[in-house]
């Protein structure tokens, strides 16, 4: 345990921040599953749905998409723009590369 003041308030900052942390990226890690499930299981409607957002039944939006939370981890410094702006190229191919393979 820290003893000075300064590193037991950096401590109550890590395990804050790590809590929120871990939850953005628990978010990110489901969308990103159901993404990869779709595009393995050939389904590009299911992909698209998983990439931009999820919609029940009705039509209404019940889960931010992959995009989605991609952006959100950036506006949370969780990970850096670049980074994002890669992940979201290539998870676009994936889906271009089906799509093609479909046509």
Not at 11 to 19: D, T
Not at 20 to 34: G, Q, T
Not at 49 to 63: E, F, I, M, Q
């Amino acid at each position: 345990m820290p003893l000075i003041k300064s590193a037991k308030k950096a401590l109550k900052q890590n395990k804050r921040n790590y809590a929120r942390n871990s939850h953005f990226k628990a978010l990110y890690r489901e969308s990103r599953i159901a993404f990869e499930t779709a595009i393995k299981a050939g389904d590009i409607k299911a992909a698209k749905l998983a990439y931009y957002n999820k919609k029940d039944k009705d039509g209404k939006n019940v889960k931010s998409g992959l995009q989605s939370t991609i952006d959100k981890l950036v506006k949370k410094n969780i990970i850096h723009l670049n980074n994002a702006s890669r992940k979201k190229s290539h998870f676009v191919k994936m889906m271009k590369v089906l799509d093609t393979k479909k046509a």
